[in-house]
């Protein structure tokens, strides 16, 4: 099989002879049939799709090999982008990989431990601005527009053609579509971007049926959910703290057009479906990716789903992307001395 989204899936992408077909091996995510889950929540046909798999940890390098190869087309030296995080990883790694420069600009003390040092050994400028996610994208659009450098963010139209791919690997691996896709919404490109892919393929013939587009928003931070901009958006899972998705309009479009739903869970619900996912499944997601998860427990709760679906959770990025949230979110370490009946006792074999 060919390495990477571009040179597998180029016949859907907008790939021209000029497209440098750059990679790291991206795409190609464990699609990983749930076990003890299944048997606990009585959901027979489920699966997660790893995305944490991918090279910098994220889905988000679907986008970038796209947009940076488009970028390299037309000749860019850098590439420049406003990040919660996983985004600035990616142009990070995509730009050191092919020689550009990078910029990233996060919102500054809430950008996750992991996702911050990946952008640093990477190489690229970081700046922290004093302000949120949405003020970073404006500061971003402004230089994009006076200097010369290629803009990286979902607005770019690439990022969502790019992350179309796991859509295609959903259906290659399954044999058609789902009946039901579930995943977290911030900026929502991924959900547009996952609803064109099963378009496309559908059309394509490659699939005989479309998903159920089942999108999930943190409550702190769910403008889609209740239709209007949230100024100061807030939650623990950092991936979709925004409070004015890029990408709205299409959203729902995807949500209207595949019959499905964009709904809010709570921090509390993502913690404890990380957790769940964890500790029964063996697969440590972000707090971000696990509200796919809680946004299922919920749908299965409020009779949204029957549970006898064909369904798959998109778990979008890896749990060593922020280990203070684990951290905080388990239990905690037990110190003994290095004595057999010190280990006895704290297990409470005694
Ligand atoms: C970017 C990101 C999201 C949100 O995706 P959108 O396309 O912005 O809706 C969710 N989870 C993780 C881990 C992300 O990096």
Same mark, same amino acid.
């Given at each position: ?28 995510? $464990? ?38 190869? /488009?970028?390299?087309?037309? %000749? ?9 995080? /996983? ?5 990070? +790694? ?12 996060? $919102? ?73 896709? =579930? ?6 490109? /991924? ?11 559908? !059309? ?28 100061? $958006? !807030? ?36 913690? +404890? +479906? ?7 499944? %063996? ?6 990716? +696990?509200?796919?998860?809680? %946004? ?16 798959? =959770? ?20 037990? $110190? ?15």
């Amino acid at each position: 099989m060919k390495s990477g989204v571009l040179a597998r899936y180029r016949d859907f992408l907008p790939i021209t002879e000029r497209t440098p077909l750059i990679t790291l091996n991206e795409g190609d995510t $464990p699609l990983i049939r749930a076990e003890r889950l299944s048997e606990a929540w009585g959901v027979p046909h489920l699966y997660f799709k790893f995305e944490g798999a991918n090279p910098t940890g994220s889905f988000k390098d679907r986008g970038m090999v796209m947009a940076v190869a /488009n970028a390299l087309e037309n %000749g860019a030296r850098a590439v420049i982008c406003a990040s919660t995080g /996983n985004t600035s990883a990616a142009a990070a +790694a995509y730009a050191a990989r092919t020689g550009l420069d990078a910029i990233v600009v996060v $919102p500054g003390g809430k950008i996750a431990l992991g996702k911050l040092a990946q952008a640093l050994i990477y190489g690229a400028k970081v700046l922290a601005v004093n302000g949120s996610f949405d003020d970073a994208l404006r500061l971003v659009r402004a230089l994009h527009e006076q200097y010369d450098v290629a803009l990286v963010n979902s607005i770019n139209p690439y990022r969502i053609e790019g992350q179309t791919t796991a859509a295609y690997e959903i259906v290659d691996v399954l044999g058609d579509a789902p009946d039901v896709v =579930c995943l977290p919404v911030g900026n929502a490109g /991924n959900i547009t971007a996952y609803w064109e892919g099963f378009k496309r393929y559908h !059309e394509a013939q490659r699939a005989t049926q479309l998903p159920r587009m089942f999108g999930f928003q943190a409550a702190g931070a769910a403008p889609i959910v209740h239709g209007k901009v949230v100024e100061q $958006p !807030e939650t623990v899972a950092t991936a979709i703290r925004i409070g004015n998705p890029a990408s709205w309009r299409r959203a729902v479009q995807a949500r209207d057009e595949s019959g499905g739903r964009i709904e809010a869970v709570t921090d509390e619900e993502i913690l +404890a +479906a990380q957790r769940l996912l964890a500790a029964y499944e %063996g697969i440590f997601c972000e707090p971000a990716s +696990a509200a796919s998860v809680a %946004g299922l427990r919920r749908a299965l709760d409020e009779g949204w789903l029957t549970g006898q679906e064909r369904i798959v =959770c998109v778990l979008t990025g890896h749990g060593l992307k922020d280990p203070d949230t684990a951290i905080a979110n388990s239990g905690a370490v037990i $110190p003994i001395e290095a004595t057999l009946d010190d280990a006895v006792r704290a297990l409470g074999w005694q």
